[in-house]
């Protein structure tokens, strides 16, 4: 008796909308139900009055009885009938489709707002924290961030000359096969002078060469970078890249390496590029092996294996 008021239950407004056009439906059925049993009823009473009770029964109209003439035309009207109700009247009607695809539409852009507005808020979030992130961790150095031992790959005289007027100043053999053996399959890294100094690019090497210059030309397959640093990053892939001159790049390189495969020729030269001195408190010599001259080598040489204490 003082209990809460009995809610009345509540139709969704599209469910309501389902039901009324049901309705809808229902009734174009039943008339045209009443049109078929209309036109079967007057098919027969035309018959009738033509044939039984004789009116009109000497009109025609091309020989053609004038009920005949009467059904066709009805038939054709049925069959138009026919036509609405099933075809251009649809289930629930084309301005019902249409209202519902307008729905459709207007969901999916909201869905497709929200989303974005999510999206913009996230990219704000990352932004920040990236800049964040820049800005409190402490940028690392090539040492720390290469994943693969760097070799470098030299040829020195016993006062450490290396070339002169860019090129070799002297000629052995095995050391050239030596290179070849242990650069072969491996990223090469050098300078671009030292690059200029091969007629052409060394078959089975992945060439990079750092150069200053914005715009230098190179043969389809050479990497060009800019720096060190960039160079090692372009042979993250290969587990042993190797640096292989000039000067200037053995001396950037040689605090960050992880070996050096040195062919000591003993002899002093003069020369115009130089590989740095080797500090014995930070590298290990771990192998070496001596080669007199002979009728294919001019010099004495030693190769030397160094590797980082």
Known sequence: ??????????????????????????????RLYAHFVLFLIGCVLLIVANTVLGIGKDFTIAGINWFVYAILIWLFLFIYHLFNVFITHKFMGKAWEQKQ????????????????????????????????????????????????????????????????GNQLIWHLGDDLKRFKALTSGHHIIMGRKTFESFPKPLPNRTHVVITRQTDYKVPLGVIVVNSLEDAIDASRGDKQPFIIGGGEIYKQALPIADKIELTR?????????????????????????FHQKDANHDYEFSFITYERM
């Open 1 to 30: 008796m003082f209990g809460k008021k009995k809610q009345q239950p509540q139709i969704d407004k599209e469910q309501l909308e389902l039901i009324e056009n049901a309705q809808k439906r229902i009734k174009q059925k039943k």
């Open 101 to 164: 695809l307008e729905k459709l539409v207007a969901k999916q852009q909201a869905r497709i707002d929200t989303l974005k507005e999510g999206l913009k808020k996230e990219e704000e979030l990352q932004a920040k924290s990236e800049v964040f992130d820049e800005m409190n961790t402490p940028k690392p150095n090539l040492k720390t961030t290469k994943n693969s031992q760097l070799t470098i790959i030299v040829a020195a005289a016993e006062n450490n000359a290396i070339g002169k």
């Open 265 to 289: 020729v003993h002899e002093s030269f003069e020369a115009d590029a130089f590989f740095p001195e080797i500090d014995p408190k930070v590298w290990k010599e771990t192998h070496n092996t």
